[in-house]
């Protein structure tokens, strides 16, 4: 039997929370042979609800499933993780974009950065979910100056995943079958959505798609889809925020699967023009839970373009709150 993995689950009894604590403990995120210990966090007001996940964890009878630590301290749930699942803050409502949620969710981010950097694991991986993702990594790693900043990473896969399941579906085949997709930049609208190397069934995406739809359709339903779901859910994702969270854990703490890359935010060194140290989503692989971002790829003039829209979105977050940093 495998030595247990701790994952820390901040924001558990939220809407994302509930959705995602049952799959890592079935085994989804870190391998069906990966026993874990889920260290749960939230504030002391949801502690009765979070008191009912736990229960309803145990209720589930997961064979993998150690222990279950509920807390509203962070230095209990960050203690020894190998994982943060960091979710928890406020979500946007219908008419907000979420850098409007900045300064609500900023301080949020430093105190978990702090905890991170004095309990966690050394080799501890950290994927943000809380918005605004990128800069609330940027806020938490650097409030945790004794983890490399390679172990954070902001979640950009829901937006890659929703890319991946529209192409799948105007082509009529298996969302596996879609590979190369790249979200690049900030998880906002401004997101640049590229095709240019997607492949569909190994034959490349453009050939098989019509220019129109890709520019009005399947840009700007992918930029746009968080706000859609809102308008009609009166909240935001949740179960496919949850999958995109295991999925890209999985990828994370393994490999990606081989001719393929994923869409990952990660502190830049500098590629593809963003400034160091901006949490930036990229093409990247990951070899054994190595992740490397994809560089050299050539870029249209207009690509370029759409890339400093958001790189200077990211620069003016960054700005904002250089006092948490
Ligand atoms: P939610 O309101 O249902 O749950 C949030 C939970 O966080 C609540 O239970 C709250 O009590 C808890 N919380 C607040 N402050 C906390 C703190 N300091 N420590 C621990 N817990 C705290 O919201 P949700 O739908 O689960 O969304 C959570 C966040 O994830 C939001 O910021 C949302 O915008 C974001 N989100 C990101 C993505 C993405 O792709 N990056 C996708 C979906 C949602
Ligand atoms: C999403 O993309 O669904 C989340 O970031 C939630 C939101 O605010 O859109």
């Avoid at 990966?34 to 309803?56: D, F, H």
């Amino acid at each position: 039997m495998k030595k247990p993995l701790v994952v820390t689950v901040t924001g558990a009894a939220g809407e994302i929370g509930y959705a995602i604590t049952p799959s890592i403990a079935f085994g989804a995120m870190l391998g069906e042979d990966q026993p874990v210990t889920l260290k749960l966090l939230e504030i002391p007001a949801a502690l009765p609800a979070l008191e009912a996940v736990k229960m309803e964890l145990f209720d589930c009878a997961f064979p993998l499933l150690q222990e279950v630590v509920i807390t509203d301290k962070p230095e209990v749930a960050f203690k020894d993780c190998d994982a943060a699942l960091l979710i928890g803050s406020r979500p946007r409502g219908p008419g907000m974009e979420r850098s409007d949620l900045l300064e609500a969710n900023a301080p949020i981010f430093v105190e978990q950065g702090r905890a991170i950097n004095d309990h966690a694991s050394r080799d501890v991986k950290v994927l943000v979910l809380g918005n605004p993702a990128n800069t609330n990594a940027l806020i938490a790693s650097s409030n945790a100056p004794d983890i490399p900043v390679t172990r954070f990473s902001a979640m950009i896969r829901l937006d890659h995943n929703r890319a991946v399941a529209q192409l799948a579906y105007k082509t009529g085949v298996s969302a596996a079958e879609v590979s190369k997709v790249i979200i690049w930049g900030n998880h906002s609208s401004t997101q640049v959505v590229d095709v240019h190397y997607a492949e569909i069934g190994g034959r490349p995406a453009l050939e098989l798609l019509d220019v129109e739809w890709v520019q009005h359709q399947l840009i700007p339903e992918v930029q746009n889809r968080g706000a859609r779901v809102i308008k009609l859910r009166g909240k935001s994702s949740a179960a496919s925020a949850a999958n995109a969270a295991v999925y890209c854990m999985r990828d994370w703490f393994g490999s990606t699967p081989p001719d393929d890359w994923v869409s990952m935010a990660l502190a830049s060194s500098g590629q593809y023009g963003a400034d160091e140290g901006l949490f930036y989503s990229m093409p990247v692989i990951v070899e054994d839970g190595d992740p490397r971002v994809v560089e050299g790829l050539a870029l249209s003039d207009t690509c370029h373009q759409f890339l400093q829209v958001t790189l200077d979105e990211l620069r003016s977050e960054r700005d904002a709150v250089r006092k948490y940093l």
